[in-house]
């Protein structure tokens, strides 16, 4: 079952957290850290009838974390 099956079927929303993803930008392939909340819409029955998603881009913050425990590794050895 994919999550976006598991929404309509539970009616309940799904956050990711900084989840990796690949983006085409400037025209080449970048690798790109995305958080997303997706919440579901419902209709006058009650059914899901849609999504709503909000996403930030968190790839700077994924990337300074990388560089900071990098740097602190070093410092340390």
């Not at 976006?4 to 956050?15: H, M, P, R, V, W």
């Not at 909000?54 to 070093?74: N, S, Y």
Request: hydrophobic share 30%; net charge positive.
């Amino acid at each position: 079952m994919t999550w976006k099956n598991n929404i309509a079927t539970t009616g309940k929303g799904l956050y990711f957290n900084k989840r990796p993803s690949r983006l085409e930008r400037d025209g080449y392939d970048e690798e790109v850290y995305f958080s997303n909340t997706f919440s579901p819409i419902f209709k006058s029955d009650g059914t899901v009838g849609g999504l709503f998603c909000i996403a930030q881009e968190t790839t700077q913050k994924v990337l300074t974390t990388r560089r900071l425990k990098l740097l602190d590794h070093l410092a340390s050895s």
